[in-house]
Every structure is written in structure tokens, then in C-alpha cells.
């Protein structure tokens, strides 16, 4: 058997690089912030479709690494579903439950997933992230 | 800045400039940019790392993740495997092919990979969380609450105007009723399924609890949905229609449908 390996292992030996900021970078975390200021959600994560977590506001009980496997794995259902049953591109999803809201928005670059509240404005935190995605569509095609 | 600090700076710049960068070097930067989301930068970076290196399994396991988020996933799933001939344990490799399978609707593919994953490395949160998701669907079902649906009659079903796709499930997936055709029906409650399935995973995760309503909107229509006691229904619907709206649509066929649970 090969020497274990952390599972975060995308980084080669030689130890980790210094982020560098950038506008797209910079694009996803002013949007995050915005949308985690509405009234009534708790936090949010932008991850990717690979499952990385480009940006992460949630409160520090909320697992994310398990969180944004999951809000991965279901951004790419509801966009393959929209796709498959011709429903157009997969723009928005929300779910909620007995104890809070769960919202997902869909881009090229990846998923936004809000934890709400339950009695959270619905229809107005659907249409901030209807517009943080569509933001994030241009930061896709102009880097 | 010195003299001498300004020369030496200078030189290294030079000499910066016309060293030949290594594989490792270009892939470390590569992984930056990705986690700048600066793609297409790393893409071309990782290319040029494995034409230099191709036995690096970090270089190909870098090319999976930009084809997955660039969609193409043949292509990713090519690159998984070729981490997984470099190093047969690679767990993100095996992570890789697990979600592959996963959204291909390959349940039973999905799990060696993530049962592999987790066996080689325990401490792998998202792993388990995938894993701990697809056990529910494949359990055998508990004492759960009983849930009676009367015989469904299409003539007394208040269909709201433009209402299309109505589907009514279980959530183990068995089909109770759907409109259109056979094809549709059979990709309605596949689908709807499995949004169920994962987005209940995820409200349980949170913390939240059982998942109860649901909203998917596309760009040109939205889904509604409701949940409870062991079944699913959906309707498809404009895309204006607000949030509330949908939702009292979908709470009346649900009593129209005299589902008691």
C-alpha cells in the first residue's frame, strides 16, 4: 500500500502557496457576504462542482466540509435534472424543513448554498441570489 | 531598498525569468489559481506540468478537478483514473469517481469507491457524508409513518394553468403517478428521487430536519414540491410564479390527490 495521504492532497510537496488575490476571487466572497446579511440566514459557502469550497461565512457548529460535499452533489442533480427534463439552465433551488431553509444557486463557477431560518423571506432571498448568480455568471466569462 | 538588496532582487528576477519551471512548481501554482477560480490559468498551467511530468498523480488529479468544473466529465473521469494507476489509493481520486458514479444514478459503482476512500483514510468528512447518504437509499425501510394515497382521478385534480409534469412518488423511488409519457414519467421520478434524497442529506446535515417543501427554479420554468410521510409530489409550473403561490398550488393537489399521512 502507497503511504497515506491526507485527502486534501491537491497541493504537491513543497509546502502550500500564498493565495493571491484576484477579481474573481475577490467576485465570490463580496457575494457571499452580501447574500449572508440578509435577514435570516445564517451563513453560506460557494463551493465548486469538484466539491472545493471557494468561500465559507458558516457558524462554527456547521460541518462544512461534509456540507459542501453535499451541496455539490446537489447543485449537480439540479442541474443535470433542468438540463434532462428541459426545464432550461438550473438557476435557484430552495428547501426547507421543519427547523430551516436551505438555498442553492447555480453558476458555471459553482453552487451558493445559504442555511436560513425557517421563516426566512423566501421569495426575497430566492431574488438576491437569482442576481448573486447571474453575477457570478459574468465573473465566469470575464476572469 | 539597498544597493546591493536592489541588484540581488534584480538578478533573481532575471534568473527567475529564464530558469525552466518545474512540474511541481507549475502544479503548486496551478492549485493557487484554482483556488483563486482562476480556471483557465491553471488549466494551462497543468498542462504544461504534465507534458514536462506525466507520472505526477497530483497533475492528474489537478486535470480532474478543472474538467469536472468545466463539465466534462469522460474527461475527468480519464484523469481520476490515471491518479488511481499512479497511487491505487488516492482517496481523492477515489472520491472523484464516487461522485462520477453518483450523479451517473450508479449507486452501486458509487459505493466501492467511497467504501475505499474511507477504508485507506478514515478522517474524510466528505466521503462519509456521501457515504452515510447512500446507505439511507439502499437501507431497508424502518417502521415509517403510513401514508395512504386514494385512487387518483386526473378529471378531479384542480390543475393550476400551465401546470405540466406532475409527478407523485415514494421516496424509495417507486412511481405512484406521473403525466406524459413513459420515458418522462420514468426520468420525473428519478429525478425528483434524487433531489429528494440529497437534499434531505443535506437539511439533515445541517441540522434542520425532515425535508417538507421545495422550490427548483430553472431558467425557463419552476418546480414545486412537497414532502411527507414516505411520499413526494411535484408540479411544474411558470417561472414567475412567486414562492408562496407555487406552494398553495402544490398543498392543493396534494388534497386533491387525498393523500393522508
Known amino acids: 500500500m502507497a503511504d497515506p495521504q491526507p485527502p486534501v492532497d491537491s497541493t504537491p510537496p513543497g509546502g502550500s502557496s500564498v493565495p493571491r488575490p ?12 452580501e447574500l449572508i446579511r440578509l435577514d435570516g440566514v445564517r451563513g453560506g459557502l460557494i463551493v465548486t462542482p469538484d466539491g472545493l469550497v471557494i468561500t465559507s461565512e458558516l457558524p462554527p457548529r456547521f460541518p462544512v466540509e ?76 470575464t476572469p | 531598498m539597498g544597493l546591493a538588496t536592489f541588484l540581488e532582487r534584480t538578478w533573481s528576477g532575471i534568473t527567475g525569468l529564464v530558469r525552466p519551471r ?73 472520491f472523484g469517481l464516487a461522485r462520477i458514479a453518483l450523479e451517473e444514478g450508479d449507486i452501486e459503482g458509487c459505493r466501492p469507491f467511497l467504501d475505499r476512500a474511507i477504508q485507506y483514510f478514515p478522517d474524510f468528512p466528505e466521503a462519509k457524508a456521501l457515504q452515510e447518504m447512500v446507505a439511507t437509499w439502499t437501507a431497508p425501510a424502518a417502521a415509517s409513518v403510513s401514508t395512504a394515497i386514494g385512487t ?77 410521510g414516505g411520499v413526494i409530489l411535484g408540479v411544474t409550473l411558470a417561472r414567475e410564479v412567486e414562492v408562496g403561490a407555487g406552494l398553495v398550488q402544490v398543498g392543493r393537489l396534494w388534497t386533491d390527490l387525498n393523500i393522508k399521512v
Open chain 1, 22 to 33: 484576484s477579481s474573481r476571487a475577490q467576485a465570490f466572497r463580496e457575494t457571499l457576504f
Open chain 1, 66 to 141: 461534509a456540507l459542501a460535499a453535499l451541496a455539490a452533489t446537489l447543485g449537480r442533480e439540479l442541474e443535470l435534472g433542468s438540463s434532462r427534463l428541459e426545464r432550461g439552465a438550473f438557476r435557484t433551488a430552495l428547501f426547507s424543513a421543519d427547523d430551516g431553509t436551505v438555498f442553492v444557486g447555480g453558476s458555471p463557477v459553482g453552487y451558493v448554498t445559504l442555511v436560513a431560518d425557517r421563516n426566512v423571506n423566501n421569495e426575497g432571498v430566492r431574488t438576491a441570489l437569482g442576481r448573486a448568480v447571474d453575477r457570478l455568471r459574468g465573473s465566469w466569462r
Open chain 2, 152 to 228: 387518483i382521478s386526473a378529471e378531479r385534480l384542480r390543475l393550476p394553468p400551465g401546470a405540466r409534469d406532475l409527478v407523485l412518488t415514494h421516496t424509495d423511488g417507486t412511481l405512484v403517478f406521473a403525466q406524459g409519457g413513459e420515458e418522462r414519467q420514468k426520468q420525473l421520478a428519478l429525478h425528483m428521487t434524487q433531489v429528494y434524497r440529497i437534499a434531505s442529506a443535506t437539511l439533515a446535515r445541517a441540522g434542520l430536519g425532515a425535508l417538507r417543501r421545495g422550490v427548483v427554479e430553472g431558467a425557463s420554468e419552476t418546480t414545486f414540491l412537497r414532502s411527507d
Open chain 2, 22 to 94: 518545474s512540474a511541481a512548481s507549475l502544479f503548486r501554482l496551478a492549485d493557487q489559481y484554482r483556488h483563486e477560480g482562476r480556471y483557465e490559468d491553471a488549466a494551462e498551467l497543468i498542462t504544461e506540468g504534465l507534458r514536462i511530468s506525466p507520472n505526477i498523480a497530483v497533475g492528474h488529479l489537478l486535470d480532474a478537478y478543472l474538467h469536472v468544473v468545466f463539465r466534462e466529465m469522460p474527461a475527468a473521469r480519464a484523469s481520476f483514473r490515471r491518479v488511481l494507476a499512479l497511487d491505487p489509493y488516492h482517496p481523492r481520486a477515489l
